[in-house]
């Protein structure tokens, strides 16, 4: 089917950086939407970033001039450019992809995620 595989995290100190990246792959027809959540521990995910197909993009306040979502449509992959890292940042960072993907009987659409990547911000 289809597959999102995220890379990039670690760990970084505070007012550092971090690039995530995500690739989707598998039998993928289109892509529209493309995003970033995280989950910290405790806590509920949360939408970090969105960008649409035609890259329009979105953040909450806690991110704003902080981070930056990209896409690379040729390569259906979704970049995550995180600057001035706080602590309160640490999480799982998640990335999310609504995918039409080819099946044996057809198109079908997909809300994919990925496995998940570790960020820790030190103070």
């Known amino acids: 089917q289809v597959q999102l595989v995220e890379s990039g995290g670690g760990l970084v100190q505070a007012g550092g950086s971090l690039r995530l990246s995500c690739a989707a792959s598998?039998?993928?027809?289109?892509?529209?939407?493309m995003g970033w959540y995280r989950q910290a521990p405790g806590k509920q995910r949360e939408l970090v970033a969105t960008t649409t197909s035609g890259s329009s993009t979105s953040y909450p306040d806690s991110v704003k001039g902080r981070f930056t979502i990209s896409r690379d449509n040729a390569k259906n992959t979704v970049y995550l450019q995180m600057n001035s890292l706080k602590p309160e940042d640490t999480a799982v960072y998640y990335c999310?992809?609504?995918?039409?993907?080819?099946?044996?009987?057809?198109?079908?659409?997909?809300?994919?995620w990925g496995q998940g990547t570790l960020v820790t911000v030190s103070s």
């Open positions: 598998g039998s993928i027809f289109s892509i529209n939407a």
């Open positions: 999310n992809a609504d995918v039409m993907y080819a099946s044996t009987w057809g198109l079908r659409a997909l809300d994919a």
